[in-house]
């Protein structure tokens, strides 16, 4: 039994209130936090209501602000915080957690709100401040970064003796009836996927032009669907901690509507991060975008369809080449059944509350930052599926890449 306390009250935050409410014999009090009090004061009527959970609190932070952070860690006294919020506050929220003496774990590697890069030596550089408080950091525990990183564990444990190439496979097939939205903060997802696309091979990273290679990927009970070849953050990770990938990419289906709006927004400056003057005010472009385009925590309610995310994989296994293929999907109408919001929160939401079970319960130990294939993946695995992101696996098909 163990408080828990949750940063952020976006999408994936009202997954994980959900998700840790359901289990309250391991998060037996949980603390809500985030910019606007009055999301985080609705989530937890919400999840009260649906998990009978007696315990779960409200209050207003700012995450940039290490001193508002720590007062109100040292008022809840949480075991750990779980990080919802956006990959801007990585930071801050990794200091107020060395400085209270609280363990931390996030689902987004940190990105400077100038620059649009994303990459994990800034969190990596807190390795020895948080062995020397004796605390734990897990970091990227969503689905991708997350499961994806936790199916390569797997593999590597118990499939293969040398993995070589590895390609992970995100395809979104939902439909929200909506000319354009992104599935989880606009902000962060377009400048994601505006970058260059970057893969690992032989020893080096390969860099693209945005969207350059593609071709159809066929995905379980989906079918055949255009996928793009872009960087993510776990390809960073998973080259390190398995120094045997010859190659390691990343796909992601993209529709042509979606491509299409994408290309106008940045063709007419909205996908842009530099301030301008705008009747006397400085805005950024893309932060009033994020302000006109559909909340992607309420795009839930008419979604249909469901997202299929794996890792296909080739290596040697007693001397004989296999292949391996693991993934999940996720149905956006069961998930908007059971937490109110659509697939992508939830796919997110799932893991990092699992993550944190893990850690809760003595089954992820250790100390200092660590990305989360470093982990025994047994044990988390043997709970996804029942906490509603069941697996599948095959060995020696045609992985088609
Ligand atoms: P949302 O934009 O829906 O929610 C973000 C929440 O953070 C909002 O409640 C927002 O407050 C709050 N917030 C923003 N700034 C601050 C601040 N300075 N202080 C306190 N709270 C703040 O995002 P999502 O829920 O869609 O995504 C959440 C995180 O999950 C992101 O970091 C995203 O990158 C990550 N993610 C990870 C995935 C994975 O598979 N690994 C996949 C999808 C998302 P307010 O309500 O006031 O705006």
């Not at 649009?116 to 062995?131: D, G, I, P, T, V």
């Not at 003057?277 to 992607?296: H, T």
């Not at 999940?328 to 997110?348: D, I, M, P, W």
Request: proline residues 5%; contains cysteine; glycine residues 8%.
């Amino acid at each position: 039994m163990a408080k828990v306390m949750i940063i952020g009250a976006g999408g994936v935050g009202r997954v994980v209130t959900y998700k840790c409410a359901q289990h309250p014999e391991v998060f037996s009090e949980i603390l809500l936090a985030s910019r606007t009090k009055t999301k985080c004061d609705f989530i937890a009527r919400e999840a009260m209501l649906a998990t009978g959970h007696k315990h779960i609190e409200t209050a207003a932070v700012d995450a940039e602000n290490v001193p508002q952070l720590v007062e109100l860690i040292k008022k809840f006294q949480p075991a750990m915080v779980i990080h919802v919020a956006l990959p801007y506050q990585d930071l801050t929220i990794m200091e107020a957690c060395l400085e209270t003496g609280v363990h931390y774990l996030d689902t987004a590697n940190y990105e400077p709100k100038d620059v649009a890069k994303f990459e994990y030596s800034w969190q990596w550089a807190y390795q020895e401040r948080f062995q020397e408080k004796g605390l734990l950091a897990v970091l990227g525990c969503g689905f991708d970064p997350g499961v994806t990183s936790i199916f390569t564990a797997r593999a590597a444990k118990h499939h293969f003796d040398e993995i070589h190439y590895l390609d992970i496979i995100d395809c979104n097939a939902g439909d929200h009836g909506k000319a354009f939205a992104t599935n989880f903060n606009p902000e962060i997802n377009i400048r994601e996927v505006t970058q260059k696309g970057k893969y690992w091979e032989n020893g080096q990273w390969v860099e693209t032009e945005p969207h350059e290679i593609s071709q159809m990927i066929n995905y379980p009970d989906i079918g055949p669907k255009k996928s793009y070849v872009i960087y993510h953050e776990e390809l960073e990770s998973l080259v390190k901690n398995f120094p045997t990938l010859k190659r390691a990419r990343f796909w992601m289906t993209f529709g042509d509507e979606y491509l299409t709006h994408l290309r106008v927004i940045q063709n007419i400056g909205m996908a842009s991060i530099e301030p301008i003057i705008y009747n006397g005010m400085e805005i950024i472009p893309l932060e009033f975008l994020k302000a006109v385009l559909p909340d992607p925590g309420e795009l839930g309610t008419n979604y249909t369809g469901q997202t299929s995310i794996g890792c296909r994989i080739r290596g040697i296994k007693d001397g004989q080449e296999k292949t391996y293929y693991i993934w999940n999907n996720c149905s956006h109408e069961a998930a908007f059944h059971e937490t109110g919001t659509q697939g992508v929160s939830y796919t997110t939401g799932v893991p990092a509350m699992t993550g944190a079970m893990m850690m809760l319960t003595g089954q992820w130990t250790g100390v200092g930052v660590k990305n989360v294939e470093e982990f025994n993946p047994d044990p988390f695995l043997a709970k996804l599926g029942e906490h509603g992101l069941p697996w599948h696996e095959v060995s020696n098909i045609d992985l088609e890449l």
